[in-house]
């Protein structure tokens, strides 16, 4: 697997030399990021990339992560001639764009003829009235990990990459029993309602969320069933979500891509000795199958840069199938879909080696978890605390979701 991933790179690699417009030797690029020293992706992107570059060093400008918004905000203000900052927050892009920090990258796009489609449309979210401000290349979306194990033992078929929530529903019934639980949902509001915004139209700050409601009816239905483990246990024990799939009772559970490289890290170092695979998360009727959401992060050109062309050359790189190679060989998710990005991502070792799996890394769409919008600090906020209220059955879906509704047009008023 291993000559495999190192073979498809190398072949990337140099693709992207011929493609490459001519650049100066001996160029250094400066790229503002977070944990650069401790982050793999980071580490292997800037290895790729200088393999690839000839006479390009990429110097990784470090700000803490805990700080990172705030502190780019303010080398940006203080007129910092850094090429690339690279985008950890929606919310950021739109305000570097706002105060003139952030270089228009449509004409970029247009000259070289850049080939979005790979982005599934998630880089729409990087876009102001229609023009890009930054380019994708990280998006951890949310897959449906199962224990194969368990589903071999009761004879039950494995979940497929096209599969509805009634479907997933009625077998984590059936997979329950024995001690075993069909599904798992953790306490987190995305565990459960962040589904609505898969669909490719609704948002969490949409101010209705009456499309809520049949997730939330869905969760009970299958916490009255002794399906999945009370929110209210949950909340007492504090079970993290990776301890409690990695015990080995739970058959089916929805979480984001980034817990393929804890699972696999588990599984070589025996805190779990299952087989395992993943899938594409179920789909309301009348939703793509594949379709997901997650967060996303990206990188964008300084407007103050003074290699704007070269700093084009390495987040269009970045963002596309070569940067996509070298961010899934260390087992990291790229923004960019691509088959040859799925077999590199499936070459990682300890990826479980079937196809559904591997079709599972590419989805059809990926939607937002929040959108960037007016107040949507404040909607967080109300959202997540009738989320607790529901979930803890102190109140109804119904009645969560009338609040919902209610204190969140208040707002606008």
């Given at each position: ?155 039950e078929a494995y979940p497929t990459n096209d599969m509805t929530w009634d479907a997933y529903a009625d077998l984590a019934i059936k997979m329950t029993g024995n001690g075993n639980y069909g599904t798992h949902y953790h306490t987190w509001l995305s565990a459960v309602a962040n589904w609505t915004v898969a669909d490719g139209v ?160 590419i989805p059809s769409f990926v939607g937002m978890e929040w959108p960037v919008a007016e107040k949507v600090a404040d909607i967080k906020t109300i959202v997540n605390e009738e989320h607790s209220l529901i979930m803890a059955r102190e109140i109804t879906p119904e009645e969560g979701i009338e609040e919902m509704n209610e204190r ?6």
């Open positions: 697997m291993k000559k495999m991933l190192s073979a498809l790179l190398a072949v990337m690699m140099m693709a992207s030399l011929l493609a490459l417009p001519a650049l100066a030797e001996d160029q250094v690029l400066k790229v503002v990021t977070w944990d650069a020293t401790t982050t793999p992706y980071l580490i292997a992107q800037k290895e790729a990339y200088e393999a690839s570059h000839p006479g390009v060093t990429i110097e990784y400008i470090d700000v803490a992560s805990q700080d990172y918004g705030i502190k780019t905000t303010t080398m940006l203000s203080g007129g910092d001639k850094s090429d690339v900052f690279m985008v950890k927050e929606i919310d950021d892009i739109i305000k570097w764009q706002a105060q003139g920090f952030a270089e228009p990258l449509n004409a970029y796009v247009e000259k070289t003829g850049y080939d979005l489609s790979g982005f599934v449309g998630t880089e729409k979210n990087y876009c102001v009235e229609d023009e890009l401000y930054a380019v994708p290349f990280r998006s951890d979306f949310w897959v449906l990990y199962y224990n194969k194990d368990l589903f071999d033992a009761t004879g609704n948002t969490l700050a949409d101010k209705n969320y009456d499309d809520l409601l049949y997730f939330y009816q869905l969760y009970q239905k299958l916490e009255d069933a002794g399906a999945c483990m009370s929110y209210a246990d949950l909340k007492a024990a504090g079970l993290h979500y990776s301890a409690a799939f990695a015990n080995g009772n739970i058959a089916m559970m929805p979480m984001g891509y980034w817990y393929v490289s804890t699972l696999i890290g588990y599984n070589k170092d025996g805190t779990c000795n299952f087989n395992w695979g993943i899938t594409a998360v179920p789909h309301a009727d009348g939703v793509k199958a594949g379709s997901s959401f997650g967060n996303l992060t990206g990188s964008m050109i300084n407007s103050k840069s003074e290699n704007k062309d070269l700093a084009w050359d390495y987040i269009s790189w970045l963002g596309g199938e070569e940067g996509a190679a070298a961010t899934a060989s260390v087992g990291a998710r790229p923004a960019f879909v691509s088959e040859n990005v799925a077999a590199a991502m499936a070459s990682v070792d300890g990826f479980p080696a079937d196809e559904t799996s591997k079709g599972a890394l969140v047009a208040e707002l606008f008023e």
